[in-house]
Structure formats: structure tokens, C-alpha cells
């Protein structure tokens, strides 16, 4: 017989025969008669064991470790006393492996294990519900926002991941051996972007890893997380980066919310889809704003992690949203950007903006400078070897349209979605600085 999931047992007739299989999660034994409760993908089910009828074999079953894999072939009975609706009387059970005691992890414990513990035994961790339902709900996040770009007539790209030059500035690359050569791990995969706007390809977007030496610890970033990248040519301002980033957000958001009604009620989450257009303030105008709430600054006024708490929490009470743009940030808080474009009233401005979701950044990105000279003269500006970046330069040489596009922080995305506390909590098996297994 073939093993069939709880769910579909669910709909079977009073009666009829089904192999069930899972984890062990609970045994009450009352006696005379025990309960095993087993869980699979689709909910918890439960056998009923009887003394009586099972003689030896029922002190065998009553005492089979927690969480080890059990297959078993009984018949369906229908009752108002479990969440399925239904018990198993068993005709046979099988154990697949035995768990070995005691377990790293408790699974179905009321208290949350410490961190480290939890991904130390991730597999364990994501057998429980609730981490789970994060992971289904991302599936559908990356269906809606593929959906997007399959409507907006897109191509998925996939650009090495190997590099020879980092985009994102020196301190967080991590490096690696390559033959005789050194080599990095991509941190983005802008300048690729940027070279198939060269060739032609005008609509580009990659989901895919990116890699960065963040020497610190913070619930924001991890050393790999997944970068969703999108570039766009023949534009004619950052506007329509940012409209597109907009319609982007709102179709992967309704989809998200659409496809996952169940999961989103199991983990009381509500989704705000932002009404277009999203909020845009200057970065000047964020500056005044910070001051106004009595902000202070010992040399420059930046924005960073307090502030975009406190700009978030302002946008919320004023316009009862958690999505906005910080537009025209300046060349030199953009500095290390060598590839932005600038403002042509105002070169101390580049064309750049950020997402912000809930006081934190989503999204970076704007128009890119597309005339080699300009190019040439704003590497050299911030003391970049534009020898080391020949291969890209290269490409602006022989006839490149004007474009732009963003990178967007999958992980991030979940986490602010789901209000999860850390973004470890949205990846798998998340690495940091004091992480590379599991
Ligand atoms: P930026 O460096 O701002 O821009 O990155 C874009 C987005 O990626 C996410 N992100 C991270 N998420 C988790 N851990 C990290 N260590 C981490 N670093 C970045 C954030 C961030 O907003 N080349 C540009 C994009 C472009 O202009 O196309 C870039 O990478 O959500």
C-alpha cells in the first residue's frame, strides 16, 4: 500500500484502509489504552493503540522514542475528538529508524531553545510548524515576484558568483583561491547587470546568493544571503527604477497574501500591500526631520540603524505606511558608489534611493553612469585602479544605453513581512561570523 498523507486520510470513508507515515511526536498512555500523536507535512494524526487486542506488541509501541519515523497501515475512524477528525486503529506499525534518546532539540517543547542550540540542530528546529510556515510562505513570495517579472517581460539571468572585483568596495569581500590567481566571492551581481545592458538585453533580473565579510554581528545581516537584482535600460531617470521596484513590491506582496492565507492566519500575520506611489523623501528632507526629533550628529548627519528606526516610526504616524523611498542621496554619503549616476543640476547628488520597510533598508539601487569618460573620472575620484575593472569599462565603450536597477535583500524581505526577530529565522542555514554549519 502506498502511504498517503494525513490530510488525504482526512477525506477518506469510515472504514477504509490507509498507510500513514511520520514523526513521533507525543505518546499518552493510559493503560489499557495509548495514543501515539504523528506528525506529518499536513497536520498531527493520531493511532490508537489498545491493550487488549495488541498484547505484547503494545508495550513495544507504547515505548518507541520520541520523534522517530513510524509507517503505519490501519483503518480510517471518524471522531470529533482530534484535529483531523479522524484516528487510526492500526493493523500494523513499522518503525522506518528509531530516534536516539535524548533528543538535541525538543520539538514540540513550549519554551524556544536558545538560538545557537536551534541551528546548531536545524533540521530538528524546522520541524516544527512554525519555523516551517516561514519557508512555505518565502516559496510564494519568490512565485510572485518571478511572476512579476515574467509579465514585465523579464530575463532570469545567472552571473558568477566567482569574481574578480567586488562591486560593493573592499571591506566586505570575502576571498578565495582561484588556481594562481585570487579571486572573490561576488557581493553583487550589479556589474554584470550593468554589462548585459551592453548587450542588449534591456530587462534582466537574478535571484541567487551574494556574499558579504560583514565583520559584525546584527539581526540584519548574515555573511550569504540572497540578492534579488533587477536592471533596466533606456530609462529616463531613476523614476522609473523606482516604479518599478513599486509595482515589483506590490505584485510579489498580493501574491504572497493571496496564496497564503492559511499559513499567514496560523502565524497571525497581516501583510500591508503599500498603496502606489510609494512615500518619497529626500535625503536632505529625512535629515531635517531627524533633527526635528533631536537627533545629533558629532561630525556628518548619517542615516543609519536608530535613525531609520525613528524615520520609519515617523512615516507610519504620518502617512500610515511602513514603505517609503529616502530619494537623492548625496555623492558623498554614496561614495564608495563609483557607478551612480548624479544629478545634472547638482553632481553633489546622485540619483540613488533605498526602500525603506518598517525603519529598515529593502531595497538600494538608481540610475547608473552609462558614459565611459563620466565613468572613468568618478572611479577616479574615489581613488579606485580602473585597471582592475578594465572588463566592465570595457563594455561602456562601445555603446550603452542609459539604465539602472536595484538589489533587493530576499531575507530581509521575509523577515520584515513576517515580523520575524532575527534574519537568521528566514534562512535555512544562515552563515555569519560565527557560523559555516550546518
Ligand atoms: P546594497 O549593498 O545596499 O546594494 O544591497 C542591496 C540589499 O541587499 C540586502 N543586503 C543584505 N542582506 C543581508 N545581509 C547582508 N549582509 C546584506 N547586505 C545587503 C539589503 C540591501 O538593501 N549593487 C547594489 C544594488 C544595486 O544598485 O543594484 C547593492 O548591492 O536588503
New binding site residues.
Given amino acids: 500500500m502506498k502511504r498517503i498523507q494525513a490530510i488525504e486520510a482526512a477525506e477518506l470513508e469510515e472504514d477504509a484502509k490507509c498507510k500513514l507515515g511520520g514523526w513521533l511526536q507525543e505518546i499518552k498512555n493510559l493503560g489499557g489504552i495509548a495514543f501515539l500523536k504523528i506528525r506529518d507535512r499536513t497536520g498531527v494524526f493520531q493511532v490508537v493503540l489498545s491493550k487488549e487486542e495488541m498484547e505484547d506488541s503494545f508495550d513495544e509501541a507504547v515505548n518507541i522514542s520520541r520523534e522517530s519515523v513510524l509507517l503505519v497501515e490501519g483503518k480510517k475512524k471518524d471522531t470529533d475528538q482530534t484535529e483531523l477528525g479522524f484516528e487510526l486503529h492500526p493493523i500494523s506499525i513499522k518503525v522506518e529508524t528509531e530516534a536516539e534518546k535524548p533528543l538535541p532539540l525538543g520539538v514540540v517543547d513550549k519554551v524556544d531553545a536558545e538560538m545557537g542550540t536551534r541551528f546548531d540542530n536545524r533540521f530538528l528546529d524546522l520541524r516544527k510548524k512554525e519555523k516551517r510556515l516561514i519557508f512555505e510562505i518565502r516559496k510564494h513570495l519568490l512565485d510572485g515576484l518571478r511572476d512579476f517579472f515574467t509579465k514585465e517581460d523579464f530575463v532570469e539571468i545567472n552571473t558568477p558568483k566567482i569574481v574578480a572585483a567586488g ?2 568596495g573592499g571591506a ?1 569581500l570575502f576571498n578565495v583561491e582561484y588556481y594562481d590567481s585570487e579571486a572573490y566571492l561576488a ?5 554584470y ?1 550593468q554589462m548585459l545592458m551592453a548587450a542588449g538585453f534591456e530587462r534582466v533580473f537574478e535571484i541567487a546568493p ?1 556574499y ?1 565579510a ?1 565583520d559584525f554581528d546584527t539581526i ?12 533596466i535600460s533606456f530609462i529616463e531617470s531613476s523614476n522609473d527604477i523606482i516604479d518599478m521596484t513599486s509595482y515589483m513590491i506590490r505584485h510579489a506582496l498580493s501574491h504572497t497574501v493571496d496564496n497564503c492565507e492559511k499559513q499567514l492566519e496560523e502565524l497571525g500575520v497581516e501583510i500591508e500591500i503599500p498603496e502606489y506611489p510609494f512615500k518619497k523623501i529626500p535625503y536632505r528632507e529625512c535629515i531635517s526631520i531627524l533633527k526635528d526629533k533631536g537627533f545629533k550628529w558629532d561630525e556628518e548627519p548619517t542615516i543609519g540603524t536608530e535613525e531609520e528606526k525613528i524615520l520609519g516610526e515617523h512615516v507610519r504616524d504620518e502617512y500610515e505606511t511602513d514603505f517609503f523611498f529616502i530619494t537623492e542621496f548625496p555623492t558623498k554619503v554614496k561614495e564608495g ?1 563609483f ?2 549616476m548624479r544629478k545634472e543640476y547638482d553632481p553633489s547628488l546622485t540619483t ?1 534611493f ?2 525603506e520597510y518598517k525603519g ?7 540610475q ?1 553612469e552609462h558614459r565611459y569618460e563620466m565613468l572613468v573620472k568618478q572611479m577616479e575620484e574615489v581613488g579606485l585602479d580602473t585597471e582592475v575593472f578594465q572588463t566592465y569599462l570595457d563594455t561602456f565603450k562601445y555603446g550603452m544605453p542609459t539604465h ?10 521575509l523577515q520584515q513581512m513576517l515580523d520575524l526577530p532575527n ?1 537568521r529565522e528566514a534562512i535555512l542555514f544562515p552563515r555569519d561570523t560565527q557560523r559555516l554549519e550546518p
Fill in positions: 562591486a560593493e566586505t557581493q553583487s551581481p550589479q556589474l547587470k551574494a558579504r560583514e540584519r545581516h548574515t555573511s550569504e544571503f540572497i540578492s534579488l537584482d533587477f536592471e558608489t557607478y551612480a540613488y533605498d526602500l529598515q533598508e529593502l531595497v538600494s539601487g538608481g547608473r539602472g536597477g536595484i538589489g533587493l535583500g530576499l531575507d530581509r524581505l534574519i
